[in-house]
């Protein structure tokens, strides 16, 4: 049995009436509004700064087939670039990892006497130039967590040096004059991985961090040393500081 007349427009106000909340309230609710006192250039209307910085450093653990060229090393980082909101940030980032390499692999490529074997030093640095981007998926007052990942551009020097005890009559002796071996590579590479940040203050833009990220550099040539252009894998633990 159809509705009176006068029911069906009374039920058509109260709908278009609930439709008319809920979209102011969804508006209230989803809109980005300036939190008091952060109206200013350096900060986004939720009130995180603008400027996202980050320094740090820590311990490589080589991975898969590359741990037969290269062993445990530290590494250095600096990154600075914008932060969109509290959520979501592009950073560029310069990062330096300096690697031993294993005693056994000089000695089995350069053919060094036994006696020799503590008279040489094997060395890989890296530096690397990359664009990450970095979001935090849950954040309370003072704990947060994030993802960061991104790629750029890999320099890999590795240096095999002695420490003053090769003679030139020494057989097998690589350092006739005093001169390192040196094989550099250039090469793409990305990061990906996770961390975890700590707020020591409450309303204060300073954090700890620490994270952990697996590298991959696609290292490649003709050198005649396979660890020099073999492809480069590890992953560097990091702490420090962010903003």
């Not at 090393?73 to 670039?81: D, E, I, R, S």
């Not at 909101?85 to 300096?98: K, T």
């Not at 981007?133 to 890999?154: D, E, H, K, N, S």
């Not at 990061?191 to 696609?218: C, H």
């Amino acid at each position: 049995m159809p509705y009176p007349r006068t029911m069906q427009f009374a039920v058509r106000r109260i709908c278009a009436f609930t439709t008319l909340i809920l979209l102011c309230s969804s508006g209230t609710l989803f809109a980005q509004e300036p939190a008091p006192g952060y109206n200013s250039h350096w900060r986004n209307a939720d009130g995180s700064e603008k400027l996202a910085l980050a320094f740090g450093g820590g311990v490589n653990l080589s991975t898969g087939a590359a741990r037969k060229y290269q062993g445990p090393a530290w590494n250095f980082q600096a990154g600075g670039g914008y932060r969109f909101n509290r959520r979501f940030a592009l950073l560029g980032e310069y990062g330096f990892h300096h690697f031993r390499v294993p005693q056994q692999q000089v000695i089995n490529y350069f053919h060094f006497p036994d006696y020799a074997e503590k008279s040489y030093v094997g060395r890989i640095r890296l530096w690397s130039i990359t664009a990450q981007a970095l979001v935090q998926y849950f954040a309370t007052p003072r704990y947060g967590g994030y993802l960061i990942g991104g790629g750029g551009f890999f320099r890999k020097h590795t240096t095999v040096s002695s420490n003053g005890d090769c003679k030139n009559s020494t057989p097998g002796c690589a350092f006739a004059g005093g001169q390192p071996v040196r094989f550099s590579n250039n090469a793409p590479g990305f990061d990906i991985g996770t961390g975890l940040a700590y707020r020591p203050m409450f309303n204060d833009s300073l954090k700890l961090f620490i994270e952990a990220r697996y590298v991959w550099v696609r290292n490649q040539g003709n050198s005649s040393y396979a660890g020099a252009v073999a492809h480069t894998t590890f992953v560097p633990v990091t702490a420090g500081i962010r903003w």
